[in-house]
């Protein structure tokens, strides 16, 4: 069989190409290294256990998969550090390809012990990288582009066997069906209001995003191109190797999708990880294109991968047959008229391993409600100051200008979000900054009274009145006796 017959048989029609493995495990290991450099960022706040969020407050609040992280064993910053640093030596094993199958499952081990030692920051971006890297386990990632193939000399085959083909297909195009699918109101696909309102969250919308939402006319279309973009990027995703415009639709409407996501909304890495999503499904001829002019994308043989050992063959592909099941299942349940759901004791299976999912962006709607938190500081000099930000407005009932630029990251944002709804950490998260204060100043500059506060804000379409700014007051620490509850003179939220 020639090149060119090889390339086009029915056995490499489903087979994604190994050039875009390789570059996705490099685009991945940077992923995870920006990872590991946004988590040290918030490292004591977040991940230790004198910080905002215990691990035995997680345990408590119904999060078991806390019990085996690892993370959750350092008992004091300098064992932190350390174990951020073997984080660092095998994400960047991983990244530059050297002993890349034990790499790859020690990374998956590694952020899976990451992230559950704190599920209250993560967001979609946690969960796709996280399902990127389990599923290249299965793939031979590290014979392109990496050490091994330097050291080892090992063959390079054109294309990654069938069943772990199949499987990212079905996992990326579940991304997007679903991300579509689960969108189930009439603000979505009839009115087009859903963008308008997402827009309106304050805690999200970056400088561009509220400049744009004085133009709802506008939005409109932009809500319709985002709707059906996902669900047309999900069909496309099967049809890329037998339909060449649904390849080059996949790979810009994708790209354009999410430099939008990355534009207007504080997402993290999630544009990122996304865009490293599709380009593992970029078909053999866009790379026999690149390689044209770039040499090293250049491969001589045509062959498909094989198992190393042969009888590893068929318990592997069981395995990932059962896994591929799961996330279907799981993925199906999302859907509010679906009637089945995963049993217990296989859902629990899955959450071990790292395949818990669920792509529901937006859905069934955008919040109507929006919240922020404040950090009311009284100081010994008299003065009061918002200790999130202190060029914040510390009264609760004036607006900041623009809320998302407080946020230190993205991981920061979703914590403070999740933070109202779980009483536990509340006063745990006061009592951290109350202590981080007045261990940074001295004298006047003392905290004497703190209160930590939720603003909750309703969201109105713009032919609507708006509703005033309503105040909750979820913890306070210091002279009480001398500094009355401020939050009598607000109105409670009715939630």
């Known amino acids: 069989m020639s090149v060119l017959e090889f ?41 230790s256990e004198y910080g905002m969020v215990p691990a035995i407050g997680l345990g408590e609040q119904g999060f078991p998969n806390t019990i085996w992280s690892i993370h959750t064993l350092p008992t004091n910053y300098a064992e932190l550090i350390i174990l951020i640093c073997i984080e660092a030596i095998v994400y960047i094993s991983f990244t530059l390809g050297l002993f890349t199958k034990l790499s790859n499952i020690a990374s998956l081990f590694l952020i899976l012990s990451a992230q559950y030692r704190n599920v209250l920051v993560l967001n979609g971006a946690d969960q796709l990288m996280r399902m990127l890297i389990f599923w290249l386990i299965f793939t031979p990632s590290g014979r392109l582009f990496s050490l091994d193939r330097l050291i080892f000399k090992r063959s390079v085959p054109n294309y990654i066997s069938f069943i772990p083909s199949i499987a990212l297909i079905i996992q990326v195009s579940s991304i997007y069906i679903f991300g579509a699918i689960t969108k189930e109101s009439r603000e979505w696909w009839i009115s087009g209001e859903a963008v308008y309102l997402a827009f309106q969250i304050d805690t999200l919308a970056k400088a561009p995003a509220v400049w744009l939402r004085q133009y709802p006319e506008i939005l409109r279309y932009v809500n319709y191109f985002t709707v059906y973009t996902e669900l047309l990027i999900g069909i496309a995703v099967w049809m890329r190797t037998q339909w060449r415009p649904a390849a080059i639709f996949l790979l810009l409407a994708g790209f354009c999708l999410h430099i939008g996501f990355f534009t207007f909304l504080i997402v993290g890495p999630f544009a990122y990880m996304n ?7 970029t078909p053999s001829w866009v790379w026999d294109k690149v390689a044209v002019y770039v040499k090293v994308f250049r491969l001589n043989m045509s ?13 592997v592909n069981g395995f990932v047959i059962c896994c591929v099941i799961w996330i279907s299942t799981k993925n199906l349940s999302s859907i509010s008229w679906y009637p089945m759901q995963v049993p217990s004791p296989v859902e629990e299976w899955g959450y071990y391993i790292g395949l818990q999912q669920e792509w529901r962006f937006f859905a069934p709607k955008p919040p109507l409600d929006d919240l922020w938190p404040v950090l009311r500081f009284t100081l010994a000099d008299g003065r009061v100051v918002n200790a999130i930000d202190t060029s914040l407005p510390a009264d609760p009932l004036v607006k900041p ?42 004298g006047s500059q003392k905290v004497i009274f703190g209160q930590m506060m939720y603003v909750y804000e309703t969201t109105t379409l713009p032919n609507e009145k708006a509703i005033p700014l309503m105040v909750r007051s979820v913890a306070s620490l210091g002279n009480e006796r001398k500094f009355k509850d401020l939050s009598k003179q607000y109105q409670y939220p009715e939630r």
């Open 7 to 47: 390339k086009h048989s029915p056995q490499t029609k489903w087979c994604l190409d190994l050039r875009a493995v390789a570059v996705v495990r490099i685009l991945l290991g940077i992923g995870l290294l920006f990872d590991l450099y946004l988590r040290c960022q918030v490292l004591q706040a977040y991940y």
């Open 275 to 281: 865009v490293v999503a599709l380009i593992i499904l």
């Open 303 to 315: 062959t498909i991968y094989s198992y190393r050992y042969s009888w590893l063959k068929l318990p």
């Open 401 to 442: 200008k623009l809320i998302s630029a407080s946020w230190l990251n993205y991981k920061e944002q979703k914590l403070w979000a999740n933070l109202a709804d779980f009483q536990t950490f509340q006063m745990q998260s006061l009592a951290y900054h109350y202590s981080l204060w007045n261990k940074t100043h001295t």
